[in-house]
């Protein structure tokens, strides 16, 4: 299957600072991305649609001055949480949707596991 | 609105026998497409089959079959002959209209010897 990664895997920050989560697609061009928040022993809950080269799309409830999203080019999305507090803490996962794919399905990166102190 | 259901938090399963997780799913949407992914505890989502909601028949990958009952709005993951590496969380989901990802709540799969 694809490949997609996220970089990085985990990371501890402190109260206030913002932290940046990269999403690429190795291996196909992805025109649209997908990032996700995972609690423990909870469901995935879409935050938003990254588009390349326009704005991303949130779903209800989601800041977008917080979860900042750039979508760069067609193998690049960035999730940026800014002013990061511990309630931020969370599995943030991105998924990439591959258009030549038998099923236009979703590739998902192995996720970020960010704790903020 | 769409909705996933995935009433069984956990099922457990002595190896190399079957087991079906269940999956029910609402939508108003003529065309969808139900997906069911596996997350290991290392976090990672990976996809195991996917059934469109045109397809006459039922989705099979290898161990994997997809038992859909469209009247019923079910898409039960049936694995045949578990194996221990088979254990993790299992999510049912569903792709509307705008390309988007609904995941159900999950369901835990453990399987013993």
């Known amino acids: 299957g694809a490949v997609v990664s996220q970089h990085p895997s985990r990371v501890i920050c402190k109260s206030g600072t913002s932290v940046k989560i990269e999403c690429r697609s190795l291996d196909f061009q992805a025109t649209t991305m997908f990032w996700y928040r995972q609690f423990p022993k909870q469901s995935l809950m879409l935050m938003a649609t990254?588009?390349?080269?326009?704005?991303?799309?949130?779903e209800q409830g989601v800041e977008k001055d917080k979860f900042l999203i750039n979508h760069a080019s067609l193998t690049l999305s960035t999730l940026t949480v800014t002013s990061a507090h511990p309630e931020d803490s969370s599995f943030y996962i991105c998924?990439?949707?591959?258009?030549?794919?038998?099923?236009?399905?979703?590739?998902f990166g192995p996720g970020t596991r960010l704790t903020v102190l | 609105a769409q909705k996933i259901t995935q009433t069984q938090p956990g099922m457990f399963v002595q190896e190399k026998e079957a087991v079906t997780l269940d999956c029910t799913y609402d939508?108003?949407?003529?065309?969808?497409?139900l997906f069911w992914y596996k997350q290991p505890s290392s976090g990672e989502m990976i996809f195991l089959i996917y059934q469109g909601s045109y397809d006459q028949q039922n989705a099979t990958e290898g161990r994997y079959s997809l038992n859909f009952q469209k009247a019923r709005k079910s898409a039960n993951l049936v694995i045949s002959a578990s194996q221990l590496g088979d254990s993790a969380m299992y999510f049912c989901?569903?792709?509307?209209?705008?390309?988007?990802?609904?995941f159900g709540t999950g369901t835990r799969l453990q399987v013993f010897p």
């Open positions: 990254s588009n390349e080269g326009s704005k991303a799309t949130y």
């Open positions: 939508t108003s949407d003529p065309s969808y497409g």
């Open positions: 998924s990439a949707r591959r258009t030549s794919g038998a099923y236009n399905e979703q590739f």
């Open positions: 989901a569903m792709r509307d209209n705008t390309d988007k990802l609904i």
